[in-house]
């Protein structure tokens, strides 16, 4: 069964400052895909970015970047000089390549960013 | 574009009473899914539909049954709510059965159960 982690329940930051989101998956499959959302106040849920199991490439997308290290079977997300904006739950996900798409969602983590 | 339409956005319901969530979206999605969100557990699947004409359940499925009314309508039947319903509820869509495509959320309709 696959299984996703983010261990950290809220972080809280000065804005400016760097913060990174940790988080761990368990699946069986050798195809899969890793997902990141963000769901501001206001509560919609919005796409970040994906990844599949076999580009370990890292990406920096602005003041977002993410580490994917099948190694330790984690997809960390980073944000850079963090601002106000930034204050939102982040949710990491996977989905195995048969699955028809489910997403199996960690629990979030609340990200605080304060002036 | 409105993507994925959820109706209501709130509701209040009493214990035993009946109830459907409707979800459209207009991006010719072939797979739709209705999540719950509930505090520190992160979404969880209750039902999807990966194409047309098929629906199965995901993970927390009992007390609730759907619809796929046709490719773009996806319901969700509570139909004798119960305070563990309590919850927000989000419709998604995504343009194949295929794990590899990012799924598209509605706003969530927020439902409590007294």
């Known amino acids: 069964a696959q299984k996703v982690t983010q261990a950290q329940t809220e972080i809280s930051v000065v804005e400016k400052e760097d913060v990174t989101l940790d988080c761990v998956y368990e699946?069986?499959?050798?195809?899969?895909?890793l997902f990141w959302y963000k769901q501001p106040p206001s509560g919609e849920l919005v796409f970040l970015i994906r990844?599949?199991?076999?580009?370990?490439q890292n990406e920096i997308s602005g003041r977002y970047s993410w580490n994917f290290q099948k190694s330790t079977s984690s997809f960390n997300f980073t944000i850079t000089a963090s601002q106000v904006v930034d204050s939102a739950v982040y949710f990491c996900?996977?989905?195995?390549?048969?699955?028809?798409?489910?997403?199996?969602f960690g629990a979030g983590t609340q990200v605080v960013v304060t002036p | 574009n409105a993507g994925v339409t959820q109706t209501p956005k709130f509701q209040v319901l009493k214990t035993g009473q009946s109830m459907t969530l409707q979800c459209a979206q207009d991006m010719n999605h072939n797979s739709m899914y209705w999540y719950r969100q509930d505090p520190g557990m992160g979404l969880r699947l209750i039902y999807y539909?990966?194409?047309?004409?098929?629906?199965d359940k995901g993970e927390v499925p009992n007390g609730y049954n759907v619809s796929r009314l046709n490719k773009r309508e996806f319901s969700l039947r509570l139909e004798s709510a119960a305070p563990s319903q309590t919850s927000v509820y989000f419709c998604?869509?995504?343009?194949?059965?295929?794990?590899?495509?990012?799924?598209?959320f509605g706003d969530g309709t927020r439902l409590s159960i007294l």
């Open positions: 699946t069986r499959d050798t195809t899969y895909y």
């Open positions: 996900a996977l989905s195995e390549e048969d699955s028809w798409g489910k997403l199996q």
């Open positions: 998604a869509s995504s343009e194949a059965g295929r794990g590899n495509q990012p799924q598209h």
């Open positions: 539909s990966a194409s047309e004409g098929t629906t």
């Open positions: 990844r599949n199991s076999f580009d370990e």
